[in-house]
């Protein structure tokens, strides 16, 4: 099928060549201290303290406080929370350990508790200690706010069935979903005092995060510590994983914004999970069937038992299943060829190792659509640069089975040639980016226009765009004589048709000579065996004009 591929005008403050490089980083967002009611061992009275001490655990990047927001049976004040807010801002250091501050919202009698990200003011119901009212088990209003505040996100806390509302129970909602980005598989253990990394969670909370995907949430799975004594790291090695550039505060809530984040029980595991160039956590709309990529490994060199993928169909109310295992091994590729045209599915992983530990990792919603198009073109532009060399950009938002590129170029608009090819990306779901010289531009307005190829040899054209190249004079700069022979240095601004005359002092043409030049400078040899010495003229036609240059022999 003859497929035409789109021009849309969009602008991008960043544009990407290729696909993101992600690294790993491993902590926590669920933690207490003496400013509410942590401290229990009476050795973090002060968030500085919490992080000081983070800081030497083991395998460990980042690590959120969220206090709890209230006064009821903690200490919860906008004097501590200002405090929490001042001390973090002091302890992080970007590139060496993230520090993060939140809340944690809300009572277990009245509805389970949310973990609060990316918001400066303190929430809550208690005189004294809100700045933004919302009243005590009010989750409604609280879902509507968190999804409001630009950049905030929140998860929840060991999650119970009645728990948010009902989220669990009721149907779907897209406010709620918009503000909730995880939920905790694992929490806890609370009150551990172990500081040798073998306490870990005895309970998962599974059931409930299958609960959420098969109503149609967007959300991933978590690792809490709930740390109320000064355990920071070292109670468990479960930790929630994010994938991030790079190790800065913008860059974890980024990514927990974004879902790259997986609850590992073991706190080296690296799990890197794709469809083509989309990690988890993404939602995607695609041509044909996806093919899943997984690849495994464990710093302490930690065999794999085994890699299960699971999918559902959001909205279906049906409990995800597994599409298919692998055993002792650390990468997995799987095609589900089953995805029928104009379907939606999830795809999540649960990674098991040697020793027990377990992994779940976020998923990656995807859209099969066989309509979308090859490519989607965001821009493409010619500009005229020095020594009339014309430079074309072009940036496609998406590209599938796009196999190369034709630079087509015409000085009249209507009568094209090739004058180059560039390879295209394949598959891609991100900016690509790609650039070409036309070196050897003709003077006036050059026409440009790309011609796509499908891997099936199916081709597009784009729209036209142009580049102005300014004419000069050609110009004749010197000569030189040898026997039966004249050599002139000739510099033209473009690829043009000449004839040089020789033409002596009384008119009559000597020799004459046909040449194509080339932008810059050219030699033209002539040929003459009898060459009286003289005043002679040379005579230059183009379709630029004629230049005319005496000389003497």
Same mark, same amino acid.
């Given at each position: 099928m003859r497929r035409i591929f789109t021009f849309i005008t969009l602008f991008f403050t960043i544009s990407f060549v290729n696909a993101q490089t992600y690294n790993f980083y491993f902590g926590n967002l669920h933690a207490h201290t003496g400013y509410s009611d942590g401290n229990d061992d009476g050795n973090s009275a002060t968030a500085a303290l919490a992080y000081t001490y983070a800081k030497s655990s083991l395998n460990f990047h980042f690590l959120g406080i969220s206090e709890h927001n209230h006064n009821e049976s903690t200490a919860m004040s906008l004097v501590n929370w200002t405090k929490l807010k001042n001390e973090t801002a002091a302890a992080n250091q970007d590139g060496t350990f993230v520090c993060m501050y939140g809340m944690e919202w809300g009572t277990l009698s009245t509805g389970g508790h949310f973990l609060i990200y990316e918001f400066d003011s303190l929430i809550g119901w208690n005189p004294g200690a809100y700045q933004i009212l919302v009243a005590k088990g009010d989750y409604t209003s609280l879902y509507q706010i968190i999804k409001n505040k630009t950049g905030s996100f929140a998860t929840l806390a060991h999650p119970e069935s009645t728990d948010f509302d009902g989220i669990f129970s009721n149907a779907y909602n897209s406010?709620?979903?918009?503000?909730? %980005?995880?939920?905790?598989?694992?929490? !806890?253990? #609370?009150? $551990?005092?172990?500081?040798?990394? *073998?306490?870990?969670?005895? /309970?998962?909370?599974?059931?409930r995060y299958t609960d959420l995907l098969k109503k149609g949430y967007k959300v991933g799975p978590t690792i809490d510590h709930d740390n109320h004594n000064t355990t920071f790291g070292r109670t468990t090695q479960g930790r929630t994983v994010v994938l991030a550039t790079s190790l800065t505060k913008a860059n974890i809530a980024d990514a927990y914004r974004n879902m790259r984040f997986y609850a590992s029980e073991d706190y080296n595991l690296k799990v890197s999970y794709t469809i083509g160039t989309k990690q988890m956590g993404s939602t995607t709309t695609q041509a044909g069937t996806p093919t899943i990529s %997984?690849?495994?490994?464990?710093?302490? !060199?930690? #065999?794999? $038992?085994?890699?299960?993928?699971? *999918?559902?169909?959001?909205? /279906?109310?049906?409990?995800?299943?597994?599409?298919?295992?692998?055993?002792?091994?650390?990468?997995l590729t799987y095609t589900h060829t089953g995805l029928a045209n104009n379907t939606t599915r999830y795809y999540y992983l649960l990674v098991t190792?040697?020793?027990?530990?377990?992994?779940?990792?976020?998923?990656?919603?995807?859209?099969?659509?066989?309509?979308?198009?090859?490519?989607?073109?965001?821009?493409?532009?010619?500009?005229?640069?020095?020594?009339?060399?014309?430079?074309?950009?072009?940036?496609?938002?998406?590209?599938?089975?796009?196999?190369?590129?034709?630079?087509?170029?015409?000085?009249?608009?209507?009568?094209?040639?090739?004058?180059g090819t560039v390879k295209g990306k394949l598959k891609s779901t991100e900016l690509s980016e790609y650039t070409f010289n036309h070196e050897q531009a003709n003077a006036g307005i050059n026409y440009y226009r790309l011609k796509q190829i499908d891997v099936d040899g199916t081709?597009?054209?784009?729209?036209?765009?142009?580049?102005?190249?300014?004419?000069?004079?050609?110009?004749?700069?010197?000569?030189?004589?040898?026997?039966?022979?004249?050599?002139?240095?000739?510099?033209?601004?473009?690829?043009?048709?000449?004839?040089?005359?020789?033409?002596?002092?009384?008119?009559?043409?000597?020799?004459?000579?046909?040449?194509?030049?080339?932008?810059?400078?050219?030699?033209?040899?002539?040929?003459?065996?009898?060459?009286?010495?003289g005043i002679y003229t040379a005579m230059l036609k183009t379709t630029l004009g004629t230049l005319s240059y005496k000389f003497k022999k």
């Open positions: 406010v709620w979903d918009d503000a909730v %980005v995880g939920m905790a598989m694992l929490s !806890g253990p #609370a009150f $551990s005092t172990n500081t040798t990394y *073998s306490n870990p969670s005895t /309970s998962t909370f599974n059931s %997984v690849s495994v490994s464990d710093d302490d !060199g930690e #065999a794999v $038992s085994s890699i299960a993928l699971l *999918s559902g169909v959001p909205g /279906s109310g049906s409990t995800p299943t597994t599409l298919t295992t692998v055993n002792n091994s650390n990468t190792q040697a020793d027990g530990h377990r992994a779940w990792t976020s998923p990656i919603w995807y859209t099969r659509d066989d309509a979308v198009l090859p490519i989607t073109l965001s821009s493409f532009t010619a500009n005229a640069n020095r020594n009339n060399t014309v430079q074309l950009k072009w940036v496609t938002a998406s590209e599938y089975n796009n196999d190369r590129f034709e630079i087509e170029h015409s000085t009249d608009g209507s009568n094209f040639s090739l004058i081709s597009t054209y784009s729209d036209l765009v142009a580049a102005s190249l300014k004419s000069k004079e050609i110009t004749i700069n010197n000569y030189a004589l040898r026997d039966g022979q004249i050599s002139f240095a000739i510099e033209t601004p473009s690829i043009v048709d000449a004839q040089l005359q020789i033409i002596d002092i009384t008119g009559k043409v000597i020799a004459t000579e046909n040449k194509k030049l080339q932008v810059g400078i050219n030699t033209f040899d002539m040929y003459v065996t009898e060459l009286s010495t």
